[in-house]
């Protein structure tokens, strides 16, 4: 399911956890938004603006994050498992308990990254 930009943000301004996974938010910008604990699961991440952004012990496993600006974002807990970062920027991100196994980090910028 593809959401407008509007859309998206009356989903992510509601209470609760965002249940997004799946969905193609290709191109969006979620900048500075929270999504602590949100299942993001399997979702197109494509290019999208996550820079700021609090995605705290969210569930990213399996989603497509290639070119994606995750600068400055909170991945502290998050699930990357199998997750596309492939060209992903995470500079200073927190990534500190996040679980990265088999996820692809080809050409990813990882500077200053918290671990």
């Not at 498992?81 to 196994?101: C, E, F, Q, V």
């Amino acid at each position: 399911m593809q959401f407008t930009q509007r859309e998206l943000d009356d989903l992510i301004g509601q209470p609760g956890a965002p249940q997004l996974s799946g969905s193609d938010l290709s191109g969006a910008n979620l900048s500075g938004r929270h999504l602590t604990g949100a299942d993001l699961s399997g979702a197109n991440l494509r290019d999208v603006y996550l820079d700021g952004a609090y995605l705290k012990n969210a569930n990213l496993s399996g989603a497509d994050l290639t070119g994606a600006n995750l600068t400055n974002a909170d991945l502290s807990g998050a699930n990357l498992s199998k997750a596309k970062l492939i060209n992903a920027s995470l500079t200073r991100a927190n990534l500190k308990g996040a679980d990265l196994t088999d996820a692809d980090l080809t050409g990813a910028d990882m500077t200053g990254i918290e671990q």
